[in-house]
């Protein structure tokens, strides 16, 4: 049996047990509600002060993804692998003429599609839906950015959830640890990292590089590189970088480096669930 | 399929579960493998699937196999004792597994039927709300359908109704004589139906192999209870190892070999004073049977 049909049927059991579990439908809602959310307060502030409402709204609704799309990815793969071994269900699937590789890429492919169908869906439709309704142009640019930086993202949380799945055994240990990485990914955002550094006088350099490894801080400055650089809206590393690189450089480094690093992390976990015990 | 495990050794931490185990479970063979919770029986067979990294070797057909199971696996199927309790509906479960060995969602519909369960009925139902039994055999169809060479149960008949499992056993006795079956059971009618040969594992150790009717007829219980209103009767059946038990009843556990030679001289003694009279085999294996038992 090829590698890819080994895939295709882990990831055809995957689906309908995603898909019987809710995971789409929830993610679907969730990023529904927000972007319904933004898009009123978004065309409601721009009547008021005169801004532009879509491109603000647009703004607002990826800025909260920036916080929400790790929560979901983690949550959606952080018990993936471990459970799968305590409840049996890798026993029985094993027990199959299915490779360690093909169980595992299957359900990566899954969880990616489980989470970023409803993005690429829910972040289109809500720019297109407002414009209709209220008559704004759609600021494509900035949708199809946002729809990348996201994307990638999700890529990156995926990966580390699954490596966290791979690698700790405990579900409950697990968990933990997911909201954890999560809480590091959004406090080391640069204005985060200016308080700690005030407080504990870290080096500026070792601020601004937790801040630049940071995936989330990343993807922040992508999509903010689209807008005016300034400090205030940036913070001091987005600022520097700004400077430095660029909108193009920061957009390829808020897609580039979350896909490096999801993809490093994959390949990692891969690699161990290859090598280590299953049960 | 000739399977040889060559000094096979499995430890975590510092719990040593498998110590070098040599077994040779030829094709078309029948064994059971047997022995106390935590003995071994599931690292042995984990192992044998692929799923654990042990010291020594898995030989299949004269070629040691490592970890990655890719030939092996289309010729192995396996029943575990619980099955996952996977929220995909039972059609898209039978479709994945039956699919990866070429196999249809009737085929396996057949087997279930056979072991009276309506497959289709119950196919968009989630398969973690069918019971215990329902899922049971649901793996057992798959398994018996796959056409594998090598069956592998474990506790394959645990939560089946008597029915079912007659028609399990009957099912597996007609697969054909070059298919070999692995079987891990507590029960005793399962290895009188399905097995020619039992290996006992303790503490991570062979301590006894040979013939299923060997072990059985030295390690099988039988149970014989007396019911009597004499007390000359009582008397007897008390010197003889009987215990009293409710409204006059009195019952012996004894080795499955001694059974007749009893009943033969309780009829000789007893003649005309007993009201009532039982002897029937233990379902399952003795803790003892399983605990003590020389080395191989």
């Given at each position: 049996?090829?590698?890819?049909?080994?895939?295709?049927?882990?990831?055809?059991?995957?689906?309908?047990?995603?898909?019987?579990?809710?995971?789409?439908?929830?993610?679907?809602?969730?990023?529904?509600?927000?972007?319904?959310?933004?898009?009123?307060?978004?065309?409601?502030?721009?009547?008021?002060?005169?801004?532009?409402?879509?491109?603000?709204?647009?703004?607002?609704?990826?800025?909260?993804?920036?916080?929400?799309?790790?929560?979901?990815?983690?949550?959606?793969?952080?018990?993936?692998?471990?459970?799968?071994?305590?409840?049996?269900?890798?026993?029985?699937?094993l027990a199959n003429p299915v490779s360690r590789t093909g169980w595992f890429v299957g359900t990566s492919l899954v969880r990616v599609l489980a989470l970023v169908a409803p993005l690429l869906v829910a972040m289109p439709a809500m720019a297109i839906a407002g414009s209709l309704a209220f008559g704004q142009p759609v600021p494509w640019d900035f949708v199809w950015r946002g729809v990348a930086v996201s994307t990638s993202l999700l890529l990156c949380f995926v990966a580390l959830g699954l490596c966290i799945s791979t690698f700790?055994?405990?579900?409950?240990?697990?968990?933990?640890?997911?909201?954890?990485?999560?809480?590091?990914?959004?406090?080391?955002?640069?204005?985060?990292?200016?308080?700690?550094?005030?407080?504990?006088?870290?080096?500026?350099?070792?601020?601004?590089?937790?801040?630049?490894?940071?995936?989330?801080?990343?993807?922040?400055?992508?999509?903010?590189?689209?807008?005016?650089?300034?400090?205030?809206?940036?913070?001091?590393?987005?600022?520097?970088?700004?400077?430095?690189?660029?909108?193009?450089?920061?957009?390829?480094?808020?897609?580039?480096?979350?896909?490096?690093?999801?993809?490093?992390?994959?390949?990692?976990?891969?690699?161990?669930?290859?090598?280590?015990?299953?049960? | 399929m000739r399977v040889e495990l060559r000094s096979l050794g499995k430890r975590f931490g510092k719990v040593v579960a498998l110590r070098d185990v040599v077994l040779d479970l030829p094709a078309g063979g029948r064994t059971a493998l047997i022995g106390p919770n935590g003995s071994g029986k599931s690292t042995l067979v984990r192992l044998l699937m692929g799923m654990l990294d042990g010291d020594g070797d898995v030989v299949v057909d004269g070629t040691a196999v490592g970890m990655d199971r890719r030939a092996l696996a289309p010729k192995v199927a396996y029943v575990p004792q619980i099955a996952p309790r996977l929220a995909a509906p039972v059609r898209d479960v039978v479709r994945a597994a039956a699919g990866l060995r070429g196999r249809t969602f009737a085929q396996v519909a057949e087997l279930a039927a056979a072991l009276h369960l309506d497959l289709q009925g119950v196919a968009r139902q989630p398969f973690r709300t069918l019971s215990g039994g329902q899922r049971q055999k649901v793996l057992a169809a798959l398994a018996l359908?796959?056409?594998?060479?090598?069956?592998?149960?474990?506790?394959?008949?645990?939560?089946?109704?008597?029915?079912?499992?007659?028609?399990?056993?009957?099912?597996?006795?007609?697969?054909?004589?070059?298919?070999?079956?692995?079987?891990?059971?507590?029960?005793?009618?399962?290895?009188?139906?399905?097995?020619?040969?039992?290996?006992?594992?303790?503490?991570?150790?062979?301590?006894?192999?040979?013939?299923?009717?060997?072990w059985l007829q030295e390690h099988a219980e039988a149970t014989i209870e007396v019911r009597t209103d004499s007390d000359v009767a009582s008397a007897w059946l008390q010197a003889r190892g009987f215990l009293p038990g409710a409204t006059g009843w009195w019952n012996k556990a004894l080795p499955v070999h001694e059974r007749a030679h009893l009943l033969a001289e309780i009829g000789r003694n007893l003649n005309g004073q007993v009201r009532d009279l039982m002897a029937r085999d233990s379902e399952r294996v003795a803790p003892e049977a399983t605990e003590r038992g020389e080395r191989s």
């Open positions: 049996m090829t590698l890819r049909r080994e895939v295709a049927a882990v990831a055809r059991l995957d689906l309908a047990e995603v898909l019987r579990s809710r995971w789409l439908v929830f993610c679907l809602c969730v990023h529904g509600a927000l972007a319904a959310t933004f898009v009123l307060v978004g065309l409601r502030e721009s009547g008021i002060i005169g801004f532009t409402g879509m491109g603000r709204a647009l703004m607002s609704w990826t800025h909260a993804l920036l916080f929400l799309l790790p929560l979901l990815a983690l949550s959606a793969t952080g018990q993936v692998v471990n459970a799968a071994r305590d409840d049996g269900t890798l026993e029985l699937l700790v055994r405990n579900q409950a240990k697990a968990l933990m640890l997911t909201i954890l990485v999560w809480v590091a990914g959004v406090a080391l955002i640069d204005f985060g990292l200016i308080g700690v550094m005030l407080q504990w006088e870290l080096p500026p350099s070792a601020v601004f590089t937790l801040a630049m490894l940071n995936p989330v801080q990343c993807a922040r400055l992508a999509l903010l590189s689209a807008a005016q650089p300034e400090l205030a809206t940036f913070g001091p590393v987005g600022f520097f970088l700004a400077n430095r690189v660029g909108a193009d450089g920061l957009l390829a480094i808020g897609i580039g480096w979350p896909l490096l690093l999801g993809a490093t992390a994959w390949a990692w976990s891969l690699a161990m669930f290859k090598r280590r015990d299953l049960v | 359908s796959s056409g594998a060479e090598f069956l592998l149960l474990d506790e394959p008949t645990a939560s089946m109704d008597p029915r079912s499992r007659l028609e399990f056993f009957r099912l597996v006795e007609a697969l054909p004589a070059s298919t070999s079956v692995l079987l891990c059971s507590h029960r005793l009618d399962e290895i009188r139906r399905l097995v020619d040969r039992v290996v006992v594992l303790a503490e991570g150790v062979i301590t006894w192999q040979g013939t299923a009717d060997a």
